[in-house]
């Protein structure tokens, strides 16, 4: 082979190597993004010294191992995120004063308590009515504003869907480009990186199993084995709400036309936005529901005792929905003379009092907390929520690390360090200058030759 | 290890943004002066602090009834003082009525007295509180104890000796009110018409006064030690309010235990963490400007 060719193939290689150290200058800010490496290695020649140099390939430097750690990572910080965020929420309205049950309770009872020292003073009537309006509003605004998280889970849902959707399309198509780049022997690099991004994406909403072959085909599924993704084809996760609960829904997912029934844990933002409502909100409006019907019924049974102001038997003084007592819970249309607070008749006797006072120290059962005191039934809900919200928080941050060190990983393998691809131009410059140099060596080698004769 | 431009980046981000996030916590912390920025900084402490706020919200509410109780006993107290000053006017009167030696005119003088006497003793059985509530018709708060009738004095039938009963602690009420029989109301009106009668008439029944002074002094008696009983329920609901001061203020210092944040503490971690983001986002800056590209 001539020295010229030689040289020429050294310029070429080295101008390649320039390439994609330019390509991943271009390139350091782009997440995702795989650096890239020529290959040189020289051209064999069996009749003389070699035949140069080539770039045989431009690879992709990517661990598909630490990649699929990235993307459980990712499953885990969705769910960990979210139901910290959520828990937050939760831990926001218990924290705030309007909401708070124990308070409700503890003005009314006290009000109850005041009047003992005058059962007939119309200030100390009128006050037992206004602090079990006010407890009733309570357990109103503590509800709605359970209600309104709940549906908002159901709307966040709604939106992690059409994007699941969404992503699952892209990632069809770009499988398709990736294969039929593949089938031609080109690079797909690029894409890859891209694809891998939309499964990281994918893989916050929900747990997927990803199954990659080297020829760029793709197949994905759901937790419990629920096809997702065949290559080009992308299933359509579609949700239907509960009769009972439209805030509730049951999750399917429709592939080529059948369809498969989400089971119950779908991990990630999906999983823990099943978890908010069906291991939080859920009981905790069940436990207020009945709290709020209890302490309704409790008094309005001691009440039904006594005698009221007008020498007639008592009424009630809490009404609700038996289908939804906390959020309807009211007092009745009842005046302060109506309350039956006398045991006998006698307008200044207030043993009626006392009987709703002992209500205050009862037990009562309350799901999810047992036997219990109103208030203390309050409290064990609202600690309930600051320990678990503690608990998703740490739950956060330990996930948040690990996905930090994951990633730092790929990073490291990955991601382009601009000191070494300055290093780079600097060598393949040099080496490129220094071909250059051979051929004009060559060239003066063949003046010479020529002016010889 | 191969270090790329974004891990740096990442580790160094993540420095600040941890940094940032504890400042701001504490910066909550020290605008509100409360070491809770949230219940689950310490679900213990924030169930801790519900209960302690109940538990004060009932004293206080405690402390009120057993207030008014103490206002109603001093109400009951001004009462029974001016009945026992009228008991110890009716003795002199008595006294005098039972001593022979005095004129007719001295008699009627007597009678004007104690009919006087009378009204006012009637007028502080059928005595109210400010409430309107009859002070001594039990829990028949609307009904007067006494009525005239055609000069006629009537013992009210629905009038009752019943307590009532406040609620001065947990599981505890006290009894806040007297009844005609804790002022011996009935002998008081019957000894005063006996002595009236007898001291209006020509010829007095002497024995019969006596009886009725006699009646009198048991009268002064029972009054007194009603008094007594009077003074020894203040001293009860003063007691009990002392108790429940102390527990309110136990109960404020547990709080303030719970939640108070120490300044001592936050500006020492002021300090720290400024001086941990300050030297955080200098390294950032010298690192970052530290590249390879400059020598080319």
């Known amino acids: ?242 009769a009972v609960d439209p805030s509730q829904a049951d999750i399917e997912v429709t592939f080529n036309g059948a369809l498969f029934p989400v089971s119950s844990d779908m991990g990630g933002e999906l999983g823990a936005m099943q978890a908010a409502q069906q291991e939080h909100i859920l009981p905790m409006l069940t436990a207020l529901n009945e709290m709020a019907a209890t302490v309704a019924d409790e008094v309005n049974k001691v009440l039904a005792a006594g005698i009221d102001f007008n020498g007639t038997p008592g009424q009630a003084l809490f009404s609700y929905e038996p289908a939804d007592p906390a959020r309807s819970l009211t007092i009745t249309s009842l005046n302060a003379n109506e309350l039956a607070f006398s045991s006998d008749g006698n307008l200044g006797d207030g043993g009626v009092l006392d009987d709703i006072l002992t209500i205050k120290q009862m037990d009562l059962p309350i799901s999810g907390l047992g036997s219990v005191t109103l208030s203390s039934a309050f409290s064990a809900l609202s600690g309930k929520v600051a320990i678990d919200s503690r608990q998703a928080q740490s739950n956060l941050e330990s996930h948040q690390e690990l996905f930090e060190q994951i990633q730092s990983a790929r990073d490291s393998l990955s991601a382009v360090n601009s000191d070494e691809e300055a290093a780079n131009l600097m060598i393949y410059v040099n080496a490129y200058e220094a071909n250059m140099k051979v051929l004009s060596t060559a060239n003066q080698m063949f003046n010479t030759l020529l002016s010889a004769f | ?142 009904q007067a104890p006494y009525s005239m009738d055609a000069g006629d004095l009537i013992k009210n039938p629905d009038i009752n000796s019943n307590a009532r009963n406040t609620v001065i602690a947990d599981g505890i009420s006290m009894k806040s009110n007297l009844n005609i029989e804790d002022v011996d109301a009935e002998s008081i009106l019957t000894m005063l018409d006996t002595s009236i009668a007898e001291l209006g008439s020509a010829t007095p029944d002497m024995a019969a006064l006596q009886a009725a002074h006699d009646g009198l002094l048991s009268s002064i008696n029972k009054v007194s030690s009603t008094q007594a009983y009077i003074g020894s329920q203040i001293n009860r609901i003063e007691r009990t309010v002392g108790t429940h001061t102390d527990t309110q203020l136990f109960a404020q210092k547990l709080e303030g235990d719970l939640k108070d944040l120490s300044y001592d503490e936050a500006s020492l971690k002021l300090n720290s963490y400024i001086t941990a983001l300050e030297a955080t986002q200098k390294t950032f800056a010298q690192i970052s400007s530290l590249s390879l590209f400059n020598q080319l």
């Open chain 2, 1 to 142: 290890m191969r270090v790329s431009d974004s891990q740096s980046t990442q580790i160094m981000l993540s420095g600040m943004s941890k940094s940032n996030a504890e400042l701001s916590t504490l910066l909550q912390q020290m605008y509100s002066g409360e070491k809770l920025t949230k219940i689950s900084d310490d679900p213990t402490a924030s169930v801790k602090l519900l209960d302690l706020e109940q538990t004060k919200a009932e004293i206080t509410q405690y402390i009120d009834n057993a207030e008014n109780i103490k206002n109603q006993y001093q109400r009951y107290e001004v009462h029974t003082e001016s009945i026992e000053n009228g008991l110890q006017s009716a003795n002199e009167l008595l006294l005098w009525g039972l001593n022979g030696s005095m004129s007719e005119q001295d008699r009627v003088g007597i009678v004007i007295e104690l009919e006087s006497l009378k009204e006012s003793m009637l007028a502080t059985f059928n005595g109210k509180n400010s409430e309107g509530s009859y002070l001594f018709s039990g829990s028949a708060i609307d």
């Open chain 1, 1 to 242: 082979m001539s020295i010229y060719n030689i040289a020429l193939s050294g310029v070429n290689a080295n101008r390649t190597s320039l390439n994609v150290a330019a390509q991943n200058i271009a390139n350091v800010n782009n997440e995702g993004y795989s650096r890239q490496q020529a290959v040189q290695s020289s051209i064999a020649d069996t009749n003389s010294v070699g035949g140069g140099v080539e770039v045989a390939n431009i690879s992709r430097v990517a661990d598909e191992f630490i990649i699929s750690q990235l993307r459980s990572s990712n499953t885990e910080l969705g769910n960990s995120s979210y139901s910290a965020e959520s828990l937050g929420q939760l831990e926001q309205i218990f924290s705030f004063d309007g909401f708070n049950i124990s308070t409700g309770l503890t003005q009314f009872f006290g009000g109850i308590s005041a009047a003992t020292s005058a059962p007939e003073s119309a200030a100390l009537r009128q006050q037992v009515l206004a602090d079990a309006q006010s407890l009733g509003d309570r357990f109103n605004g503590l509800s709605n504003a359970l209600l309104e998280q709940h549906a908002q889970i159901a709307s966040d849902r709604e939106t992690t869907l059409s994007n699941s959707n969404a992503l699952l399309e892209n990632i069809a198509s770009s499988s398709q480009a990736i294969i039929e780049l593949n089938a031609s022997g080109r690079d797909t690099g690029l894409l890859e990186d891209e694809r891998d991004l939309m499964l990281g994406e994918l893989s916050k909403m929900l747990k997927v199993n990803v199954n990659k072959e080297a020829d760029g085909s793709l197949q994905l599924s759901a937790a419990n084995g629920q096809p997702l993704l065949i290559n080009s084809t992308a299933a359509t996760l579609k949700s239907t709400p509960l």
